[in-house]
């Protein structure tokens, strides 16, 4: 049986099924990859499984996939990731070549960042368009889908989650300053206005742990300390009553 | 301290923190209007608590809330939840009440069926566009909006996530044969096509749960068993190369 289980966002966002599909498995692998895992969720992982957890990169997960489905055709194999499992492309690739292979699976679900920084931000879930995510830029690689994205939901007076690419070797999603960098770039070749600099935006860093700190300022006033892992950007519509007044008690502002 | 949990959508779905503080708990509360909690999670939490469950209807939980709060500055407060808190008004209500009244407060977070259905549809969640609610007709009252909704998504080739209203009576969504029904009666006032007979519709019983089960069909074809609590539709925009493989890897056609 392979298991494909969620951590959760927070310190402590194992269910109670997870916890049980992790005792009952011979080989745990961590999805290191697409999030960042608390090395002391890692550490209650491999207290309650008396396992080593295996380490997989992009290419552990991708190129050998056949590998983890042998292995999981005779025993329990665990691959652990950060957040809900199955959003991302590597792990709905994994249990396509499953079910190929004709291996029983079963998803284990937990906190995600998607449902969680909405809840947080206290904004109306019914209101949000499409999410994008603001990837690394390199010399010869500037995405800016994003830009798309967002005016099109500020056209229709939606709110915008924008999630921030995630460093796999510094084990942290790229800065909000390099966001909001890579996001005035992008204006300077549209010039909608759409992160024009007095336009106010929600930062959300490790939202749903311990250290989660929301602000919500001006795009030219976003100043964050140093000490998060995980950030994400949330670019609302124009605010309704009630969406201002929650805002202002859970004192963001 | 007032605590606010969400207990998620699966049956063994509460997370670590959920289960610490309920044990920290010495007043629980059910939030029995917003959604269908598991009797059996119910069990497991008056054993683990060794408290009774108050049962919360609307009028507890909204005209109510200065009762609970003022209880919360004494002891502490669960309210708890199905799926993630927050997401419904009722809950923000509350705690933009208690911090008012300068209350701590603490929210858990848990599994959504907002992250948790498109996970398991193997749709793109970049692809989906906001998401809308079937809400129950009466002989007075027909809201046509989530039409509306649906309409942009599939002209913008976006998906749509269509939740289906909460019946708290009954402790059980409408029945997906209702908000078809609904979606018809709609479509012959609209006759935009977007719900026509022959268009594709992915309906998700239970998702989450062991008694799982996704339908992608015809609309004219879907037919459920009678056995589900809380159903949910995705109307597919285009299908992907990879989303209709994943769809049909999972035998959901």
Chains 1, 2 share one sequence.
């Not at 011979?26 to 697409?34: A, P, V």
């Not at 967002?150 to 709110?159: P, T």
Request: hydrophobic fraction near 40%; proline fraction near 2%.
């Amino acid at each position: 049986m392979l298991y494909l289980i969620g951590l959760g966002i927070g310190e402590r966002d194992i269910t109670q099924a997870g916890i049980e599909a992790i005792k009952n498995s011979e080989i745990i692998i961590l999805d290191g990859y697409t999030a960042f895992v608390d090395p002391k969720k890692l550490k209650f992982i491999s207290s309650i499984s008396k396992r080593e957890i295996q380490r997989a990169g992009r290419s552990e997960l991708e190129e050998g996939v056949s590998k983890i489905i042998s292995e999981a055709k005779l025993r329990n194999v665990s691959i652990i990731t950060n957040g809900d499992p199955m959003l991302a492309t590597t792990h709905k690739t994994i249990l396509v070549e499953a079910g190929k292979q004709g291996l029983a699976f079963k998803v284990i679900h937990s906190t995600s960042i998607f449902s969680v920084a909405i809840a947080e931000s206290g904004l109306d879930f019914y209101r949000f368009g499409p999410t994008c995510t603001v990837p690394r830029w390199s010399e010869h690689y500037k995405p800016v889908s994003f830009y798309e994205t967002v005016s099109a939901n500020i056209s229709g007076n939606r709110h915008s989650m924008i999630l921030l690419d995630y460093d796999n070797e510094k084990g942290m999603s790229i800065r909000i300053e390099e966001a909001i960098a890579i996001m005035s770039k992008a204006e300077e070749h549209y010039k909608l206005g759409v992160f024009a600099k007095d336009r106010e935006i929600m930062a959300l860093c490790d939202v749903g742990t311990e250290k989660q700190k929301i602000v919500f300022k001006k795009i030219a006033d976003i100043k964050t300390d140093a000490d998060y892992r995980m950030a994400t950007l949330i670019m609302p519509a124009k605010l309704s009553e009630i969406e201002t007044e929650y805002i202002k008690q859970i004192s963001m502002v």
